[in-house]
T-cell receptor, first 111, second 112 residues
Framework: TQLLEQSPQFLSIQEGENLTVYCNSS?????LQWYRQEPGEGPVLLVT?????EVKKLKRLTFQFGDARKDSSLHITAAQTGDTGLYLC???????????FGTGTRLKVLA | ETGVTQTPRHLVMGMTNKKSLKCEQH?????MYWYKQSAKKPLELMFV???????ENNSVPSRFSPECPNSSHLFLHLHTLQPEDSALYLC???????????FGPGTRLLVL
């Protein structure tokens, strides 16, 4: 069974701090997405990474796909209260229609 | 607003009821999905449709019955559910079955 483990599970930080969330697996994925989900809503896509070693930046968010396409990280610089939410990674197994979702990281940024 | 809408947003039903969840996408996508999101568990893929044909059924009990009449609409028909089926049911769509998915806001279902 393919699994995507995210760490940490929970994170509570002060506004202005930096943080990194990890998404790890023993399986190779052809692509990987990061989503943010707020209470009572569906996940909203942040980024898709496809190439091993790829780095993408979205304002204060930096996403990296591992060289072997088995893991990914999300780094947030100078966190803001609006960054609060559940962060999910999702990997697409090669040759399938099946996205595997990670266990999630619940982030709370305090003012 | 992601271009994927779901109705109803909240639903309470008894174990003997029959109800349907509806999803509509306005993105011109060809693939649609149903997911279940329970507390403390990762999102679970239930069904995948590509060009109105079911291409994935992830061992879902028969009390959940999907229907995809066209590429813009997806239904999930529910009957004789159990309390453990209470969850957030999310619909998603993508250009093709291996493309990036866009999610609707979900239907929060409570089975009494």
């Amino acid at each position: 069974t393919q699994l995507l483990e995210q760490s940490p599970q929970f994170l509570s930080i002060q506004e202005g701090e930096n943080l990194t969330v990890y998404c790890n697996s023993s399986s190779v994925f052809s692509s990987l997405q990061w989503y943010r989900q707020e209470p009572g809503e569906g996940p909203v896509l942040l980024v898709t990474v496809v190439t091993g070693g790829e780095v993408k930046k979205l304002k204060r968010l930096t996403f990296q796909f591992g060289d072997a396409r088995k893991d990914s990280s999300l780094h947030i610089t100078a966190a803001q209260t609006g960054d609060t939410g559940l962060y999910l990674c999702a990997g697409l197994s090669s040759g399938t229609y099946k996205y595997i979702f990670g266990t999630g990281t619940r982030l709370k940024v305090l003012a | 607003e992601t271009g994927v809408t779901q109705t109803p947003r909240h639903l309470v039903m008894g174990m003997t009821n029959k109800k349907s969840l509806k999803c509509e996408q306005h993105l011109g996508h060809n693939a649609m999905y149903w997911y279940k999101q329970s507390a403390k568990k990762p999102l679970e893929l239930m069904f995948v449709y590509s060009l109105e044909e079911r291409v994935e059924n992830n061992s879902v009990p028969s009390r959940f019955s999907p229907e995809c009449p066209n590429s813009s609409h997806l239904f999930l028909h529910l009957h004789t559910l159990q309390p453990e089926d209470s969850a957030l049911y999310l619909c998603a769509s993508s250009q093709g079955p291996q493309e990036t998915q866009y999610f609707g806001p979900g239907t929060r279902l409570l089975v009494l």
